[in-house]
C-alpha cells in the first residue's frame, strides 16, 4: 500500500476514502516548512499539499521516494512545478470546482468595500452608531459601473457575467492573450490604461513567478481617485506596500482583499486603515466546494497510483 501525506485536515469523506486506499498520514502542524517538504518528499509516495505548504526547488533535489502531488487548490505557487518535473515528479492542482465560490467572493468584496460595510459593521458593534442619517455610511453606487477584469480565465470571466448580468455593469477586461468571450466584454491591450478607465478593478490572475508584481505601484497609480480595487487572485500579484501607500493618501477610494503578500502575515498600516475591507482567504471557503477540491485532488492522485495521467495534471 502506497504511503500518502495529506498536510492539513481536510473533509472526512475524502480523508475516509484516503485511509482506506492509502497508508495515511495527516500533517496536524500547521504549513510545511521547506525541510519539512524536503523530508516529505523522501518519506511519501504522493502528497496532498495546499498553499504554504514549502515546495521550492530545494524539495526535489535527491533520490525521491514521492512521485506525485495533489495540490488542493488551484493555485500552486507554492510549488517548484517545474522543478518537480525535471525530477519526475507530477503535479496537479483543482480547476473548475471553486470558481464560482472564488467569484461570489469577489462580487462581495466589491459590494463591502463601495457600500462601506465592513466600516459600518465596526461601528454598530462598538456601539458607535447614532441612528439614521442623511450622510452616514455613504458610499459608491454599484450597479451601471465599469470593472476592469484583470485575467480572464475561469474566475475573471465568473465575475464579470456576474457584474454584467446581476448589476448592469461595463465590463473591460486585460489578459495577456486574446481572448473571446460569450457576454458584452471589451479586451484593452495595456494594463495601466485599463486601471484607469474603470471604476472597480478585479484581480484574478493566477501567482506565481510570472506575475509577481503585475499590479504594480504604476499601475495602482493610474487608476482613478474614486476607484476601488479587489484582489481574490494571489497577494504577490500585488505590490502591497504600494497599495497602502494608495489607499492611504486617497490615491483610491479603496480595497477588498482576500489574499496577502505574505500570508497569513497581514501589515498593521493595512489592519489600521477604514477604506478596506479584508477577508482570510475565504475564495473557496464553503463546505461543498473544499469538500470538492479535496476529492479532486485525491482523484489525481488515486489516478496516479493506479497507472494513470492525472486529468488534472500541470507539468
Excluded at 4 to 24: G, H, N, S, W
Excluded at 91 to 112: E, F, H, K, Q
Excluded at 125 to 142: I, N, Q, S, Y
Excluded at 224 to 237: M, S, Y
Aim: charged share 20%; proline share 5%.
Amino acid at each position: 500500500m502506497k504511503k500518502l501525506l495529506i498536510t492539513r485536515r481536510i473533509a472526512d469523506p475524502v480523508l475516509e476514502q484516503a485511509a482506506a486506499l492509502f497508508d495515511l498520514t495527516i500533517h496536524e502542524g500547521g504549513p510545511l516548512t521547506a525541510a519539512q517538504a524536503a523530508q516529505a518528499m523522501q518519506d511519501y509516495d504522493a502528497i496532498l499539499p495546499t498553499l504554504g505548504d514549502d515546495f521550492s526547488a530545494a524539495a526535489f533535489s535527491g533520490d525521491l521516494r514521492c512521485k506525485m502531488l495533489g495540490n488542493f487548490g488551484v493555485g500552486y505557487n507554492h510549488i517548484d512545478a517545474a522543478a518537480a518535473a525535471a525530477a519526475g515528479v507530477i503535479v496537479s492542482n483543482t480547476p473548475d470546482v471553486l470558481t464560482d465560490a472564488t467569484a461570489d467572493i469577489g462580487m462581495m468584496l466589491i459590494m463591502m468595500t463601495a457600500r462601506r460595510a465592513g466600516e459600518g459593521e465596526r461601528m454598530v458593534r462598538a456601539g458607535k452608531w447614532e441612528g439614521f442619517g442623511p450622510k452616514v455610511g455613504l458610499g459608491t453606487h454599484v450597479t451601471g459601473k465599469t470593472v476592469g477584469i484583470v485575467g480572464m480565465g475561469r474566475i475573471g470571466q465568473a465575475v464579470a457575467r456576474r457584474c454584467h448580468f446581476g448589476f448592469g455593469m461595463n465590463v473591460l477586461f486585460y489578459n495577456r492573450s486574446p481572448k473571446e468571450v460569450d457576454f458584452p466584454a471589451s479586451q484593452i491591450s495595456d494594463l495601466h490604461d485599463l486601471m484607469g478607465a474603470v471604476d472597480f478593478v478585479v484581480v484574478t490572475v493566477p501567482g506565481g513567478a510570472e506575475n509577481r508584481y503585475l499590479v504594480s505601484a504604476a499601475a495602482l497609480a493610474a487608476m482613478q481617485p474614486h476607484g476601488i480595487f479587489v484582489n481574490i487572485a494571489r497577494g504577490e500579484v500585488v505590490d502591497e506596500p504600494a497599495l497602502i501607500d494608495a489607499l492611504e493618501c486617497g490615491a483610491i477610494a479603496g480595497a477588498g482583499l482576500d489574499v496577502y503578500e505574505h500570508e497569513p502575515y497581514v501589515p498593521e498600516r493595512l489592519r489600521a486603515l477604514e477604506n478596506c475591507v479584508l477577508l482570510p482567504h475565504l475564495g473557496s471557503a464553503t463546505v461543498e466546494t473544499r469538500q470538492a477540491m479535496g476529492q479532486m485532488a485525491l482523484d489525481n492522485i488515486i489516478a496516479w497510483a493506479e497507472g494513470e495521467n492525472p486529468p488534472q495534471r500541470v507539468n
